[in-house]
Nanobody, 126 residues
């Protein structure tokens, strides 16, 4: 059954903003060690954009989005968010929400560390 559902993508002009949401099943949300946002543009590898740890809420961002994107999680709503400001054409991609349920030493922005994925939501910046 579907456990991660993204929404909030769309088309926006450069310099604009979007907020992505990822609704998770309550069990998955509460048991995830870490959750993150990834993106994949056509012909490119899937890259980690932002991640947040459940415990201390430490966040990680890829360099290209630092200062523009903010990740946060709402425990009550079991929802992960990604606020994206000052969007650029190079931010255009399919954005995926992911959950990591096992503790490990891998980098939080590595796609290999995540075991649950959503279907994605498209972001297009022109």
């Amino acid at each position: 059954h579907v456990q991660l559902v993204e929404s909030g993508g769309g088309s926006v002009q450069a310099g604009g903003s979007l907020r992505l949401s990822c609704a998770a099943s309550r069990y998955l949300f509460s048991s995830s060690f870490c959750m993150g946002w990834f993106r994949q543009a056509p012909g490119k590898l899937r890259e980690g954009v932002a991640a947040i740890y459940r415990g201390d809420r430490t966040t990680y961002y890829t360099d290209s989005v630092k200062g523009r994107f903010t990740i946060n999680r709402d425990i009550v709503e079991s929802t992960l968010y990604l606020r994206m400001n000052r969007l650029r054409a190079e931010d255009s991609a399919m954005y995926y929400c992911a959950a990591r349920t096992e503790m490990g030493w891998g980098h939080p922005l590595s796609r290999y560390e995540y075991d649950y994925w959503g279907q994605g939501t498209q972001v297009t910046v022109s």
